[in-house]
């Protein structure tokens, strides 16, 4: 995994789980791969990924089954989605509404944008 220094591993790698729940690789319910497996995988130390899991866990996207491993949380998808969204909107919106006005974009401008965009989806 290659790794960007504006933000730090053990939340991007946990960012990178939540896209994978998005997309389905793991479904509610389904057991993920075990710290060690996912260390591996990305080719970080273990702690890191205990890091990311135990964010995960306190944001109750996963839990843990003792002796078992870690598995997606009943509701992960829609809780996902709904911490995105609220960081969305408190961090990334103030910013790009700051840079429409800067640059003189009229939000008619950005509408029209979006649809054309929607449409070709």
């Known amino acids: 995994m290659k790794f960007k220094e504006t933000k730090s591993i053990y939340q991007q790698i946990a ?9 389905g690789t793991y479904g509610e319910q389904e057991r993920i791969p075990s710290v060690r497996e996912y260390a591996a995988t990305v080719e970080v130390n273990a702690n ?10 306190g944001e ?3 839990y843990n089954k003792r002796g078992i491993g870690y598995f997606v949380a009943a509701g992960a998808v829609e809780r996902i989605k709904e911490l995105r969204r609220a960081t ?23 509408e029209k944008l979006y649809n054309d965009w929607k449409n070709r989806q």
Do not use: K, M, N
Request: net charge negative; glycine share 4%; proline share 2%.
């Open 48 to 57: 890191t990924v205990v890091r990311s899991y135990d964010q995960l866990q």
């Open 60 to 62: 109750e996207i996963i």
């Open 88 to 110: 969305f909107l408190s961090d990334e919106l103030p910013e790009f509404f700051g840079s429409l006005s800067t640059l003189g974009i009229s939000i008619a401008e950005v």
């Open 15 to 23: 960012d990178r789980l939540c896209d994978e729940i998005l997309q």
